[in-house]
C-alpha cells in the first residue's frame, strides 16, 4: 500500500469518492422509489440489500473493464491510427459519458427533469429486488467509466467505490437532501464527467493527457465550489438579520417590477434607502396573500350579531332599527332569519315604506345573493364582481343562515379592522398581552401576534371562542387559563353560553 503516500492518488481518491457519491444519488432516488412498492416493514431490508447489490455488481464490473483496458494490442488500424481493445472501450466510455452529462445538464437548464411516480400497491420481494438489480447495472456504467478514466489503480478504484456505497448506505437520506439542495454540486459534478468524457475519446485517439492536469482542475472547481457555498451561506445569514417584513416587501416588488419602493431623500444628500413595512403595510400585504386561503366564515359577521329586518314588525320598529344602525344594506326576513325574503338598501326601504308600500313586496324585488359557506374569501370576491351585490348571506349544507358578509368585511380582512365610533377592537392591546374578542378569527389573532399553530383545519372552529371550547370541553368560566400553542388565554368574559373576552400573552420561553 506505499502507493498510498503519494498526494496524487489521494487527490485522485477523494476527488473518486464525491464523484461516485454524486453520480450514485440517482440510483438511491430509484431505488427508494422501488422501495416504496414494498410493505413498510421490509422496505429498510430492500434498500440495504438493493445498495449491497450495487457495491457487488460496481466491483465486478470494474474488474472486467480494468482488465479490458490492458488489451493493448491493436485490432485494426484506420490511417495512421491503429485502435486496440482498451482504446475502443475507452472511446465508447467517453462518448457515453458526454452524453449523458450533456442529457443531464439539458434536462437541469431546460426543467425537465423526468418524474417518477410510484404506485401505492404492494409488490414482492423478489421482483423489487430484480427491479433493483436491472437499475444498478445501468446506474454502475457512469461510475465504472468515471473510475477508470480518473486513475490507473484498480486498487484506488475499488477503495472509492467501497467507501462511496458505504457512505451512501450509512447517510442515504442526509445525502440526498444535501445534493438536491445545492443544484450547483450536480452541475459541477456533470461538468466533470465531461471532461473526463473528453479525455478518455482523447486517449482513445492515442492523445495522451496526464492525470495530474485533470486532478488539478478537479480541485480547483471543488475549491470554488467551497467558496461559492460559503458565500451563499454568509448571504443567508446577513438576508436573517433584515427584517421578515422587510424582505418581504423587497421581494414583492421585484415580482413587480419595480427595483426601488418608498424611497426617500435625506437631508444630507445621502442615498436614498428603502422604506421597510410598517405594520400597516405588514398586514395590507399579509393579508392579500392569505385570501385564497381563508374560508369565508372567518371574515362574516356571525348569525347572532346579523341585524336584520322582520316583516311582520311594525312601521315604526323597522325605522327605528334602521335609524339606530350603522349598516345600510338590511336581510329583510319574515319571523326568523333562514326565512329570508331579500336584502334591501336602507335608502329603498325608507322611501318604500314613505310611498306606503309592503316591506315584504319592497324585498321580493330584491334577491339576496346566497352562498355555501365553504367557499373561500377569493371566490366570494369574484361572485361580489359578478353579481354586483354589496351583501352576501353565508348558508350551510342544510340552509340555515350561518351570518353575512360585506365588500366592508372584505376590506377589512385584508388592511384591517375599521372599528365604528363606540366600537371595541377585535384586538387591543394591554399591559402584558392583548384583549381578544371571543367572536375573533382565529386567522386575524394569527397574523396579529405573529404566531402559527392556532388554526387546524380538520376542526370546524374559526373563532377564539370556539377553539378554547374545543380545548376545554365545556364552556370555560371567567378565570380559568387554557394554554396552547404557546399562547395563555386567560377567561375575562363568559356566561352559560359563550366566551366573550380574553387575556392571550406569550408563554415564557424556558
Keep these: 500500500m506505499e502507493f498510498l503516500l503519494e498526494p496524487q492518488i489521494w487527490i485522485g481518491l ?36 438493493g445498495l449491497s ?93 468515471t473510475a477508470v478514466g480518473m ?4 486498487t484506488v478504484m475499488m477503495i472509492a467505490v467501497i467507501v462511496s456505497m458505504i457512505v451512501m448506505l450509512l447517510a442515504s437520506k442526509s445525502i440526498t437532501n444535501f445534493v438536491n439542495a445545492h443544484p450547483t454540486v450536480i452541475v459541477l459534478c456533470l461538468s466533470f464527467l465531461l471532461m473526463i468524457g473528453f479525455i478518455l475519446v482523447a486517449e482513445g485517439f492515442g492523445l495522451h493527457i496526464p492525470k495530474g492536469y485533470l486532478y488539478a482542475a478537479i480541485g480547483f472547481s471543488i475549491l470554488i465550489e467551497m467558496f461559492n457555498q460559503m458565500i451563499s451561506s454568509s448571504h443567508a445569514k446577513n438576508a436573517e438579520r433584515v427584517p421578515l417584513r422587510q424582505r418581504t416587501t423587497e421581494a414583492i416588488f421585484r415580482l413587480m417590477g419595480n427595483k426601488h419602493y418608498n424611497i426617500h ?29 381563508r374560508n369565508v366564515r372567518t371574515v362574516m359577521t356571525q348569525r347572532s350579531e346579523t341585524v336584520w329586518l322582520n316583516t311582520e314588525d311594525c312601521t315604526d320598529k323597522i325605522k327605528q332599527t334602521i335609524k339606530n344602525s350603522r349598516h345600510q344594506n338590511f336581510p329583510v326576513c319574515t319571523g326568523s332569519l333562514d326565512n329570508l325574503v331579500g336584502i334591501v338598501r336602507s335608502k329603498d326601504l325608507l322611501l318604500g315604506i314613505e310611498a306606503g308600500e ?18 373561500n374569501v377569493i371566490r366570494l370576491l ?43 377592537p377585535e384586538i387591543s392591546v394591554c399591559n402584558d398581552g392583548w384583549l381578544v374578542k371571543g367572536s375573533t378569527s382565529l386567522h386575524d389573532l394569527e397574523s396579529r401576534l405573529e404566531t402559527l399553530g392556532l388554526i387546524d383545519k380538520q376542526q370546524e372552529y374559526i373563532t377564539v371562542a370556539g377553539l378554547l371550547l374545543t380545548l376545554n370541553s365545556t364552556i370555560p368560566k371567567v378565570s380559568d387559563v387554557i394554554e396552547f400553542a404557546k399562547l395563555k388565554f386567560e377567561i375575562v368574559e363568559a356566561d352559560e353560553f359563550k366566551v366573550s373576552l380574553v387575556k392571550v400573552s406569550h408563554l415564557p420561553v424556558n
Excluded: C
Aim: no cysteine; charged share 20%; net charge negative.
Design 14 to 49: 477523494i476527488t473518486l469518492i464525491i464523484i461516485e457519491i454524486v453520480l450514485g444519488i440517482d440510483n438511491l432516488v430509484f431505488i427508494a422509489i422501488l422501495v416504496k412498492k414494498l410493505p413498510p416493514e421490509q422496505r429498510d431490508k430492500a434498500r440495504t440489500i
Design 53 to 145: 447489490l450495487a457495491l457487488i455488481m460496481r466491483l465486478g464490473l470494474l474488474s472486467i473493464v480494468s482488465w479490458l483496458v490492458t488489451l493493448t494490442q491493436p485490432l485494426f488500424s484506420i490511417y495512421d491510427l491503429s485502435f486496440s481493445t482498451r482504446d475502443l472501450i475507452l472511446i465508447t466510455g467517453g462518448l457515453f459519458l458526454l452524453f449523458k452529462a450533456t442529457h443531464e445538464l439539458h434536462e437541469r437548464f431546460e426543467g425537465e427533469a423526468n418524474q417518477q411516480q410510484g404506485a401505492n400497491v404492494y409488490a414482492s420481494f423478489g421482483v423489487i429486488i430484480a427491479q433493483i438489480l436491472a437499475l444498478d447495472a445501468v446506474f454502475s456504467l457512469d461510475s465504472i467509466i
Design 151 to 154: 486513475v490507473d489503480s484498480l
Design 265 to 293: 431623500d435625506d437631508d444630507d444628500g445621502s442615498e436614498p434607502a428603502p422604506v421597510s413595512f410598517g405594520d400597516a403595510e405588514r398586514e395590507m400585504v399579509t393579508g392579500v396573500l392569505s385570501l385564497s386561503e
Design 358 to 375: 309592503d316591506l315584504a313586496s319592497i324585498a321580493a324585488a330584491f334577491p339576496a345573493y346566497i352562498v355555501p359557506d365553504s367557499i
Design 382 to 424: 369574484d361572485g361580489f364582481r359578478e353579481s354586483r351585490a354589496g351583501m352576501a348571506v353565508l348558508a350551510d349544507e342544510f340552509g340555515s343562515i350561518q351570518g353575512i358578509v360585506t365588500l366592508h368585511d372584505l376590506l377589512e380582512s385584508i388592511v384591517g379592522e375599521f372599528p365604528d365610533i363606540g366600537e371595541t
